[in-house]
């Protein structure tokens, strides 16, 4: 199974964007799907995840900006960022975390926030 990452780019501060995240297949066995990001010479840390069953979490930075989401029927992941600010800059990366504790990964999409 892969993972196809889009919709990253520049955007201005206050801006918006909604990253895609495509399965190639029907995955079995998540635990939960979510977003990561990785911003230059920073550890990879969790924006938002979003349960088989539907719950949601969110990190600090990402509430009440940021909406995780999944189209089941479209084996599809999505991440709605709204007011976007400099330090959201990051490659963000989508992922599958399956109930045998490993993670299949996508290959990242760029965010770049002007201010």
């Known amino acids: 199974v892969q993972l196809q990452a889009s919709g990253g780019g520049l955007v201005q501060a206050g801006g918006s964007l909604r990253l895609s995240c495509a399965a190639s297949?029907?995955?079995?066995?998540?635990?939960?799907w979510g977003w990561y990001r990785q911003a230059p010479g920073k550890q990879r840390d969790r924006v938002a995840i979003?349960?088989?069953?539907?719950?949601?979490m969110y990190s600090d930075s990402a509430k009440g900006r940021f909406t995780i989401s999944r189209d089941n029927a479209k084996n599809t992941l999505y991440l709605q960022m709204n007011n976007l600010e400099p330090e959201d800059t990051a490659v963000y990366y989508c992922t599958a975390r399956l109930w045998t504790a490993t993670n299949v990964w996508g290959q990242g999409t760029l965010v770049t926030v002007s201010s």
């Open positions: 297949e029907t995955l079995i066995g998540v635990n939960y």
């Open positions: 979003v349960s088989d069953g539907g719950t949601t």
